[in-house]
Antibody
Framework: QVQLVQSGTEVKKPGASVRVSCLFS????????IYWLRQAPGQGLEWMGW????????QYKEIFQGRVTLTRDMSITTAYMEVSSLKSDDTAMYFC?????????WGQGTTVIVSS | QSALTQPASLSGSPGQSITISCTGN?????????VSWYQHHPGRAPKLLIY???SRPSGVSHRFSGSKSGNTASLTISGLQTEDEADYYC?????????????FGGGTKVTVL
């Protein structure tokens, strides 16, 4: 089964960018995707986008288009999520997850704190 | 503001059954066969409990079951145990021609009394 390991806590100033990595090990079958989600303090889960690790195709939730970029490097089986123009309400736990059209396996989460 | 509506909290005693509802509309949950449920203990990674409305991944207890009627999906936890105390989220996945949409409920905090 796929395992996902995310990078560590990030502290950024407003206006900066952050990149979170998600190392995936094990086989990702065709038709499975790497999803990115976040959970702000006291809030529920929110889907941000997905990347197809096999062909690099991406899709973003509309509100994140233009500010979030998903990429992957298959040579090191790592997916990346970059968020630009950070605001204080981007402070959240960010998760990567893998699955076909549901999130089967999850990373442990990465805390991103945006504060001046 | 979540697209899917769940009760904020539910509680039950050990051994009891509880049912968490998840209500959407005809264009999200009502139209989706891809309804899933997740258990989240704060500080840990969420865990998939149910996919495709009723299917359970291997390793998930039979005490968790899913169903859907119209625009409402439900997760039932039978024989409530102390380790079931967690947050639970429903989700629906709609694959469009040009744009997918994945909706989550706001989460239900389950307390075992």
């Amino acid at each position: 089964q796929v395992q996902l390991v995310q990078s560590g806590t990030e502290v950024k100033k407003p206006g900066a960018s952050v990149r979170v990595s998600c190392l995936f090990s094990g086989s990702i079958f065709p038709g499975s995707y790497i999803y990115w989600l976040r959970q702000a303090p006291g809030q529920g889960l929110e889907w941000m986008g997905w990347i197809n690790p096999n062909d690099g195709g991406t899709q973003y939730k509309e509100i994140f288009q233009g500010r979030v970029t998903l990429t992957r490097d298959m040579s090191i089986t790592t997916a990346y999520m970059e968020v630009s123009s950070l605001k204080s309400d981007d402070t959240a736990m960010y998760f990567c997850a893998e699955g076909p059209y549901y999130m089967d396996v999850w990373g442990q989460g990465t805390t991103v704190i945006v504060s001046s | 503001q979540s697209a899917l509506t769940q009760p904020a909290s539910l509680s039950g005693s050990p051994g009891q059954s509880i049912t968490i509802s998840c209500t959407g509309n005809s264009s999200d949950l009502g139209a989706s066969g891809s309804v899933s449920w997740y258990q989240h203990h704060p500080g840990r990674a969420p865990k998939l409990l149910i996919y495709n409305v009723i299917s359970r991944p291997s390793g998930v207890s039979h005490r968790f079951s899913g169903s859907k009627s119209g625009n409402t999906a439900s997760l039932t936890i039978s024989g409530l145990q102390t380790e079931d105390e967690a947050d639970y989220y429903c989700s629906s996945y709609s694959r469009g021609n040009t744009l997918d949409n994945i909706f989550f409920g706001g989460g239900t905090k389950v307390t075992v009394l």
